[in-house]
């Protein structure tokens, strides 16, 4: 079974920086795309940043400066660095993964609360 561990949340002033992990255990084939989510609260999941299978990354435009995504695939790891932090940056922010005959894992959300 796959699964995806989160880290890195917590609380941070705004304009402070937190970088966030995922970390992917078992077997995992043709993972064809790796990104971050977030869900404030009576807001709508979105994507956030995302890395495709070959190569490409993506960013809300919210974030666009701001937040950088990567991955190092020898850790199994996916990070998403994130500066310049403001207050409506504060949600839930989910790890996923597709692989490459479509199946969805996610983790369980790890909190990010930016406030003075």
């Known amino acids: 079974q796959v699964q995806l561990v989160e880290s890195g949340g917590g609380l941070v002033q705004p304009g402070g920086s937190l970088r966030l992990s995922c970390e992917a255990s078992?077997?995992?084939?043709?993972?064809?795309?790796m990104g971050w989510y977030r869900q404030a609260p009576g807001k709508e999941r979105e994507l956030v940043a995302a890395i495709f299978s070959r190569g490409i990354t993506s960013y809300v435009d919210s974030v666009k400066g701001r937040f950088t995504v990567s991955r190092d695939n020898t850790k199994n790891t996916m990070y998403l660095q994130m500066n310049s932090l403001k207050p409506e940056d504060t949600a839930i922010y989910y790890c996923?993964?597709?692989?490459?005959?479509?199946?969805?894992?996610w983790g369980q959300g790890t909190q990010v609360t930016v406030s003075s």
């Open positions: 996923n993964i597709v692989d490459g005959v479509g199946h969805t894992y």
């Open positions: 078992g077997i995992i084939f043709s993972i064809n795309f």
